[in-house]
Structures are given as structure tokens and as C-alpha cells.
């Protein structure tokens, strides 16, 4: 993860769903939290929610989305997403594109 990469925030415990967007503004360092183990972390800051969220369920039926490495390793922090699966990812939350900076 690099700095003003874009990440999905998805809500893992209660709702299953992808709600919003946030991008990263420090790419990783060790985990001052962790007494053991090779744990990082990186900060990330909000950019923006979705216009609908994007329940597990809708992920799992879609025809791009059902690849998402989510829909098999749903209790990893960090997972790639393609460009295609984040626009459709978009689309079918009802939000636009952010513009490129």
C-alpha cells in the first residue's frame, strides 16, 4: 500500500458490507500495539462514503465482484482489489469516480 492509495472500508463485524472510502497517508510501519509477531499497520484518512453500501451478498452475486479475494479470505485486514472491481465496486454503490489528483 503506498501513499494516497485508495482502500475500501468494509465493516466485517455486524453489517458484512463495504461503506465507504479512505486512502492511505502513511504506507507501513511496524505496530507499536503488537508485543509479539511481524505486525504492521498503515494510517489511513476517510475520502468519502457510499452513496449505498455494498452488502457481502450483492459482492458475492455480482459477476465482477464474486473474484474479489474478499469473497474467499474474508478474515484478512488487507486485500488487493482490481481497478475494474473497484469501479464496479462504485457503480453498483450509486458513486461516482473520484477524480484523479
Avoid at 468494509?10 to 453489517?15: L, P, Q
Avoid at 473474484?67 to 461516482?96: D, G, M
Wanted: proline content about 10%; some cysteine.
Amino acid at each position: 500500500m503506498r501513499r494516497n492509495d485508495l482502500v475500501l472500508f468494509y465493516h466485517s463485524v455486524s453489517e458484512k458490507q463495504v461503506v465507504g472510502v479512505a486512502h492511505v497517508v502513511r504506507e507501513a510501519y511496524p505496530d507499536p500495539t503488537a508485543s509479539e509477531g511481524d505486525w504492521a499497520c498503515v494510517d489511513l484518512a476517510p475520502s468519502f462514503s457510499l452513496e449505498q453500501p455494498v452488502p457481502l451478498a450483492v459482492m458475492k452475486a455480482d459477476p465482477v465482484l464474486q473474484h474479489l479475494p474478499l469473497i474467499r479470505q474474508s478474515r484478512l485486514s488487507v486485500l488487493p482489489v482490481s481497478k475494474e472491481q473497484f469501479a464496479r465496486l462504485l457503480e453498483v454503490a450509486q458513486t461516482p469516480q473520484p477524480k484523479a489528483s
